[in-house]
């Protein structure tokens, strides 16, 4: 299984950035990933917050081998051929470790805030999803597009130079079983998920559905999930260390999600049964200040998870 590392990019600075990407590359992860919002989402609004692929693009120079991402792209932000050229951009500064990792976009309020187009309901925008992975898919195969479509008229659109992967992955976030799913089944490489493992089993199920539905192997595209994680012998002091890193972004407590809090071993009995069911990545939410314990020893965790059958 690999490890992403999530770094949340609001109530922190440019330094505290920089560094846990260079010790998650130290550390042997295999990924790291930021946020793409306009304004904090976890507590006020009001606070500290870094734009996305910027930080992307300074990662990139930084780093040598960790893959490099967001988790995942609003696509509401941009034209899909304006994602295309940041992807491939990145890509090259970053000699062919980018991920696209795209979704409708859900924050209403940095919409309103910034007079970005939200649409008229979430069906809108995961069908303006759609349509613009479609495109970015092909751009980023080297096709020369004409296109008048619900959204997005593209005329000769063509770009240049082609990305460094051959095969540049696209990640789609969200498990919305009727359109997200669907779209995934198009068009993913990997999909992006979180919740229980009976909760993954049931998404999964529905993707599986989806890409029998389109003709696609449901094998082509990779599994991962997000959720909290921290690292500590004692499972207090590690639900001690999140609670601290929760307060400092202005929030009680994080909800709707698993929390994995404990040592490497028992981190890895939780972890278990997501990886029987297919998954090949966790991708670990981190709340700044962050935590420099789990960054380091998450090679424990998956050492102790290749020792369970």
Not at 182 to 194: G, H
Not at 222 to 240: G, K, L, M, N, Q
Request: hydrophobic share 45%.
């Amino acid at each position: 299984m690999r490890f992403g590392a999530q770094p949340w990019s609001q109530a922190t600075d440019w330094p505290g950035l920089r560094d846990v990407a260079l010790a998650a590359e130290r550390a042997g992860w295999d990924a790291i990933y930021t946020w793409d919002h306009l304004m904090a989402i976890q507590g006020p609004w009001r606070q500290p917050i870094f734009e996305g692929w910027a930080v992307l693009a300074a990662w990139a120079v930084l780093t040598e081998r960790i893959r490099i991402g967001l988790m995942v792209g609003a696509n509401t932000f941009r034209n899909p051929g304006h994602t295309a050229k940041l992807v491939t951009t990145l890509d090259h500064i970053s000699t062919g470790r980018a991920i696209l990792a795209i979704g409708g976009a859900w924050f209403e309020r940095e919409h309103e805030a910034h007079g970005i187009d939200f649409g008229t309901g979430f069906g809108e925008r995961l069908d303006r999803l759609d349509e613009s992975v479609m495109l970015i898919r092909r751009l980023l195969d080297g096709e020369t597009i004409d296109h008048a479509g619900r959204f997005y008229t593209f005329k000769e659109a063509a770009h240049a130079p082609p990305p460094i992967q051959a095969h540049l992955p696209i990640l789609i976030g969200g498990s919305g079983p009727k359109k997200t799913l669907r779209t995934a089944a198009r068009y993913a490489d990997a999909w992006n998920t979180s919740g229980t493992s009976d909760e993954f089993a049931a998404k999964d199920a529905t993707l599986r559905a989806h890409c029998a539905d389109v003709g696609r192997d449901p094998e082509a595209i990779e599994r991962t999930v997000s959720f909290p994680i921290v690292i500590r012998d004692d499972p207090a002091e590690a639900a001690r260390a999140l609670a601290a890193r929760v307060a400092h972004n202005g929030l009680e407590a994080i909800t709707g999600v698993p929390i994995l809090l404990g040592s490497p071993g028992l981190i890895a009995e939780r972890l278990r049964p997501y990886r029987d069911l297919g998954m090949v990545e966790v991708v670990v939410r981190m709340p700044a200040p962050f935590d420099m314990e789990t960054v380091e020893r998450i090679g424990e965790v998956r050492d102790a998870l290749d020792a369970l059958r």
